[in-house]
């Protein structure tokens, strides 16, 4: 009788559960998902791995309650505009927030470089950062050359490429 007890229970369990999802199984991907190594963007854009291709990547966790990344975005900001054409600056926001929150937080704190609009972390191959900013670097071969911790300047980013 207990073996038949717990299957109910599990079977009522997994129905709960599966009443819970976010997605209903019918619900089309997301247009980005569509091509593979494509990232949809917050402009309404979006980019893919093989865009990337011969450009340095950083991709940068970035929240609006983090005092540190407030400081290191204009050096983001600094480090795209002087490098536009070999480096990829892609910001990715830590909470996690719908595009609708996201994009006034983006303004608010001045970013001038691509905002990813899902975490891109499972196409990159990288795991959630622990400590915020955090800011992973490939170089142009898409290579992980390394994770950049805390608030970086000018000079140290620079020093990422150097030394990559």
């Known amino acids: 009788m207990t073996v038949i007890v717990r299957a109910c229970l599990i079977m009522l369990l997994l129905g709960v559960l599966a009443a819970c999802s ?3 199984a019918t619900e089309a991907p997301p247009a980005a998902a569509a091509e593979p190594g494509a990232m ?3 402009d309404g854009g979006s980019v893919t791995l093989a865009e990337l291709e011969g450009r340095w990547v950083f991709v940068n966790y970035w929240a609006e309650w983090c005092a ?3 400081e290191e ?21 830590f909470d996690q927030l719908p595009p609708e929150v996201m994009g006034p937080q983006a ?4 970013i001038r470089f691509a905002v990813a609009k899902e975490d891109p972390r499972e196409l990159l ?3 959630l950062p622990e400590v915020l900013p ?3 670097v490939f170089d142009p071969s898409g290579a992980q ?13 620079r020093a990422a490429m150097a030394e990559g």
């Not at 204009?74 to 795209?80: F, K, S, T």
């Open 68 to 70: 540190p990344c407030r």
């Open 73 to 93: 975005i204009p050096e983001l900001n600094e480090l795209q505009a002087e490098h536009s054409e070999d480096v990829f600056v892609l910001g990715v926001n």
């Open 145 to 157: 050359i390394g994770v950049l911790l805390g608030p970086q300047n000018l000079d140290q980013l």
């Open 22 to 24: 976010e997605q209903p």
């Open 134 to 136: 955090s800011t992973y």
């Open 125 to 127: 191959g990288i795991t």
């Open 40 to 42: 949809a963007l917050l």
């Open 107 to 110: 303004e608010r704190l001045g």
